[in-house]
């Protein structure tokens, strides 16, 4: 199964909290932060609702 490398390049003041929430449950708190995650359903809809503070690539 293919992985995604998600990284955080927007800071995450001032956004909304289920925003910040979907960001954290990522993993990634601060502008710079990266994480591996799997190619879900579920991965993929975090990354839809926030995908314009995120860097995504596929390894």
Do not use: C, F, W
Request: charged content about 20%; proline content about 3%; aromatic content about 2%.
């Amino acid at each position: 199964m293919a992985n995604l490398k998600i990284k955080l390049v927007k800071s995450l003041n001032g956004r909304l909290d289920s925003h910040i929430a979907t960001a954290n449950s990522l993993g990634l708190h601060k502008i710079g932060n990266e994480t591996t995650q799997p190619d879900n359903p579920q991965t993929r809809g975090k990354i839809a609702k926030i995908g314009y503070m995120l860097q995504v690539t596929e390894e």
